[in-house]
């Protein structure tokens, strides 16, 4: 992963339904699976809160998992913003051979493109 604030360029991904959140990402944007679940990997995703750019490593699960019809899982909590306060939960998610932050947020509906299951997801931090 890429330093916090660092202004490396994006990559741009082969899977054209990703190539938008892999322009908010300084590193590798890939499919992954694991099991029966479906996940979007992405090195630095940028994520704005309050005007403060923090950039963390993610993973999106496009399917039912823990609970939701979609999650996002972070390598590090991030702050919140002003509206949300995120309810983090308190247990880390091991997935992929790694250590995963998440939160418990609204139900985000798998039957959209994956830019706008992320997009909701980042809501939590608007």
């Known amino acids: 992963m890429a330093p916090e604030g660092s202004a490396q360029p ?3 991904s082969t899977d ?3 190539d938008p959140i892999a ?3 300084t590193g590798v944007v890939e499919r992954r699976t694991e099991g029966t679940d479906a ?3 992405m090195e630095g995703l940028r ?3 309050r005007g403060t750019v923090h950039q963390r490593d993610a993973l999106l699960c496009l399917n039912p998992r823990d609970g939701y019809p979609t999650k996002l899982y972070l390598s590090e909590r991030v702050p919140h913003g002003g509206k949300h306060a995120p309810n983090w939960n308190a247990s880390l998610y091991y997935i992929l051979g790694r250590k995963w932050h998440s939160w418990s947020w609204r139900d985000v509906p798998a039957k959209q493109p994956s830019a706008s299951i992320l997009a909701d997801h980042l809501e939590a931090f608007t």
Request: one cysteine or more; a negative charge; hydrophobic letters at 65%.
């Open 10 to 12: 994006a990559l741009t």
């Open 16 to 18: 054209p339904e990703i």
């Open 23 to 25: 322009a908010m990402c």
């Open 39 to 41: 996940f979007i990997m």
């Open 47 to 49: 994520i704005n809160v």
